[in-house]
């Protein structure tokens, strides 16, 4: 069964030369974006959910890598509500220091008051 995953939070402003940089760190075949233009939407990263359980390019060293260079801050966070993965939800804390955490996350019921 296949699954898809959601963007949640995207706190994380990047500069037009930290966009750039992303852009060329793509790997081969990667296909992250297509054009630079695609990179960004008013000044943050875009994740594309037509590439499914692929959105989270944020988890390839190489993409962290050019984050972590131009010390972007804020947090990143993904969840899943379909497929294999069910339920699960994570992300990514940038410092604006040059630093990065991973994140677990939980969905909270609770009675409406």
């Known amino acids: ?5 959601a963007n949640i939070v ?3 402003k990047i500069s037009k030369q930290c966009a750039k940089d992303l852009f060329k760190a793509q790997e081969d075949g990667e296909e992250i974006w297509y054009e630079i233009k695609e990179v960004t939407y008013e000044g943050k990263l875009t994740f594309n959910s037509d590439h499914g359980e692929f959105m989270d390019y944020i988890s390839s060293p190489h993409i962290q890598e050019v984050l972590l260079k131009h010390k972007v801050k804020g947090d990143i966070c993904f969840g899943s509500l379909e ?3 069910f339920g699960e939800f994570w992300g990514y804390r940038f410092d604006g220091k040059g630093r990065i955490e991973t994140l677990e996350g939980k969905l909270q019921w609770y009675e409406k008051k």
Not at 1 to 5: A, E, L, T
């Open 1 to 5: 069964m296949g699954w898809s995953i």
């Open 10 to 12: 995207n706190e994380v």
């Open 83 to 85: 497929g294999d993965n």
